[in-house]
């Protein structure tokens, strides 16, 4: 190996998706007008690229927890309706004054309080699918399997099925403030990102964590608590569905429990996938989860900013992600270059 | 390990069997309607489909309400989405001997067995809100509903009329394959092909969500910025997030934008007297008078037509804030 390779220590798995990322934007540059078009309007930016990343940070948060759980060989398929029960919990609790608990304690509606209390609720629910996938050993997919369908339906029952508008401007501001110019979102990102990484990175627990995904029998005889690792990062899950939650209900003002998080929990498996971090567990690339988010949201904005019919929205979709996972594919990419040589003789 | 996984298992299995013995219990349990006039009490059964969204709380509000204004004896059942309990209610519902069923189907297939059970027994059936399809028509006495392809028509009359003819529209669709979503592009399309100066210009699904549409409104703006007049949303939740793309836009909506979109919830009440909504064209949910009219008539032994449209009203900001507080959904 050439010794400048390094220097730059890009991993591996982090290439492909970068240039994937890299050529959508380039077409986009070459065919699509206005999209890298950036002004400034009321001290905001405003643009199409912009508009990526804040659209794109509910789906980086979650796909945040999913790298952790993936990474200790599990999966959380609850993410979605996580997020659509935080989103209840903070719309209902500014905005229905007789909403459950904080009227029983007399305590008044204050945002930082619902806050508080719509993460924690997160918490729990990821903690639940910890307790029974470490403790009781149930297979990952069954046991978030168990919240995704009634975490909804809870979420439903707290709202009676109805959507919540919230009038309040500490909330608003966290799915739609500005900050910088750049939108609030995309900060709590940077801030969620920087503390995994740390933890991940800069401490054992991230050794912990890949350790418990690649070999857990070997893991738990070198003294590794795989059940309180996994306990733990399951519920760190739930806390990153939670807080996407809030910020996708205060985008809109609102929180709709029949709409909010579907099918997120795919979406951030795509994004962790196409990340570089395997199904099966052990090596995990966090910021590999946030360009694969990145990835998926450049991807939809393109299409809704050019205009492609409805009926192939979700074909020409398919067709993006089937090219950016081929490319991934260290086989195909052997396949393409081995024609090239051949034909080229 | 295992004991647990088997412990927790037949938990969640007697959970289950539990909420279905529960619910087909309440039945007759929710029967809480009075007789009032002994001997000619009508006794009908309803068979609702759940309560997914505030539209189909208000309708079963206004079947229930009616039924205890004019003293009829109702039966009700909510399905929970589910064809099956829809059915099993349906069964219900003749060995309880009702003079009339109201039906609001789930789905638009596999009615025929039952509705042959129904018609043996000798009860009429009114389908409300939605129809089904099937082969023999007398197995119902009527539907009642809204004309999806008309609320579409009259946004687009309304809507050329605001622009004199003349400009750029994109539109917001439901989610694709839905039938409210095929008619209302159906009857806005038919309006405004007949005015050549006016154009959709960008057209996408928002899926009937606040935040599609509004994600979809964004991106709109983004690449035709100024060039937009008006929006024409299927529903009023995805004309709700588009507002807020708009304003977040730096534009005022309403006024920049024309934004003109159908169902008239309470909260597209509450925009369109702030002034950021335009028009919304009513899909009214408040069945039930209709319903028991139709009941009684087919009772007295006459015959309905197959289909009974309500009629839809358009509201705009003129009229918003005065009617507002009436508003029941």
């Known amino acids: 190996m050439k010794p400048f390779r390094r220097k730059i220590r890009i991993p591996e798995q982090l290439i492909w998706p970068i240039a994937a990322l890299f050529i959508l934007l380039i077409f ?56 659509a029960i935080t989103g209840t919990i903070i719309a209902g609790l500014l905005a229905m004054p007789d909403f459950s608990i904080l009227s029983w304690f007399n305590l008044p509606a204050s945002f930082s309080l619902a806050l508080c209390i719509a993460l924690a609720t997160g918490i729990i629910f990821g903690a639940c699918n910890g307790i029974l996938v470490s403790f009781f ?8 399997l168990i919240l995704m369908v009634a975490g909804r339906g809870i979420a439903q029952l707290l709202s009676n ?5 919230v009038q309040n401007d500490t909330f608003s501001f966290w799915g739609n ?28 627990l991230g050794l912990f964590v890949e350790a418990s995904g690649s070999n857990p029998v070997a893991s738990h005889y070198s003294g590794i608590n795989i059940r309180m690792v996994k306990f733990m990062i399951y519920g760190f899950s739930g806390f990153c569905a939670g807080l996407a939650g809030i910020l996708v209900a205060a985008d809109i003002k609102a929180a709709d429990a029949n709409n909010a998080g579907l099918y997120l929990e795919l979406d951030a498996i795509l994004a962790t996938v196409l990340g570089g971090t395997a199904l099966k567990g052990g090596r995990c690339f966090l910021a590999g989860s946030l360009i694969g988010a990145v990835l998926i949201q450049s991807v939809t904005t393109t299409i809704l900013t050019r205009g492609v019919p409805v009926e192939y929205t979700l074909v020409v979709k398919a067709l993006v992600i089937v090219m950016i996972c081929l490319l991934q594919s260290a086989e195909f990419r052997r396949m393409i270059i081995n024609r090239f040589r051949k034909t080229g003789k | 390990m295992r004991k647990y996984v088997a412990l927790i298992s037949f938990l969640v299995a007697g959970l289950f069997l539990w909420g279905c013995g529960e619910s087909q219990d309440q039945q007759p349990a929710t029967d809480n309607t009075p007789k009032f ?46 064809q099956e309990n829809q059915i099993k209610a349906l069964r219900s519902f003749i060995t309880q001997k009702v ?74 669709k439901g989610t694709p394959g839905a039938a409210p979503a095929i008619d209302r592009e159906k009857g806005f399309h038919e309006i405004i092909d007949k005015y050549p100066n006016m154009k959709i210009i960008k057209s996408q699904t928002g899926d009937f969500t606040r935040s599609k549409g509004k994600e979809v409104m964004e991106a709109f703006l983004k690449a035709e910025d100024k060039n937009i007049d008006a929006v024409y949303a299927h529903n009023d939740d995805m004309a709700l997030g588009a507002i807020q793309a708009i304003e977040e836009a730096g534009m005022k909506p309403g006024t920049d934008i024309i934004i003109v979109s159908i169902d008239g919830v309470k909260d597209a009440f509450v925009a369109m007297t702030e002034g950021k909504l335009n028009c919304s064209v009513e899909c009214n949910p408040l069945l039930g008078p209709a319903a028991y009219d139709a009941v009684e008539k087919i009772l007295k032994g006459e015959t309905l037509p197959k289909k009974t449209i309500v009629k839809d009203q358009l509201f705009d900001q003129s009229v918003a804030a005065r009617v507002i507080d009436s508003r029941q959904y």
């Not at chain 1, 403030?177 to 054992?204: D, E, M, N, Q, S």
């Not at chain 2, 309708?59 to 205890?68: L, R, V």
């Not at chain 2, 509705?115 to 043996?120: A, G, S, V």
Request: aromatic share 8%; charged share 20%.
């Open chain 1, 28 to 83: 986009n540059f070459l065919f699509t007008e206005n999209f890298f078009h950036i002004e400034i309007r009321n001290g905001k930016l405003f643009g199409s690229l912009i508009d990526i990343l804040d659209r794109a940070s509910p789906l980086m948060l979650v796909a945040l927890g999913m790298t952790l759980v993936i990474a200790t060989g599990g999966i959380d398929l609850s993410v979605g309706a996580v997020m």
């Open chain 1, 137 to 144: 050993n149930i297979q990952a997919i069954v046991a978030t």
């Open chain 1, 161 to 165: 099925g109805q959507i919540i508008t």
């Open chain 1, 177 to 204: 403030g500005y900050f910088l110019g750049f939108p609030f979102t995309v900060f709590i990102v940077i801030i969620g990102f920087a503390v995994c990484w740390i933890l991940i990175r800069k401490t054992a």
């Open chain 2, 37 to 82: 006039e002994e001997g000619k009490t009508i006794m009908v059964g309803f068979s609702q489909i759940g309560a997914e969204s505030s539209w189909r709380t208000a309708e079963t509000k206004s079947i229930q309400e009616e039924a205890k204004k004019r003293g009829v004896n109702l039966k009700f059942s909510d399905a929970q989405q589910k």
């Open chain 2, 99 to 172: 003079d009339a069923i109201i039906l609001a189907p789930v789905v638009e297939t596999g009615w025929e067995p039952v509705l042959q059970e129904i018609k043996q027994a000798k009860i009429p059936v009114i389908l409300v809100d939605r129809g089904v399809k099937v082969e023999d028509e007398s197995l119902y006495a009527t539907l009642i509903a809204s004309d999806f392809v008309e609320e579409g028509r009259m946004a687009g009359k309304w809507l050329a009329e605001k622009l004199g003819g003349k400009g750029n529209i994109v539109e917001l």
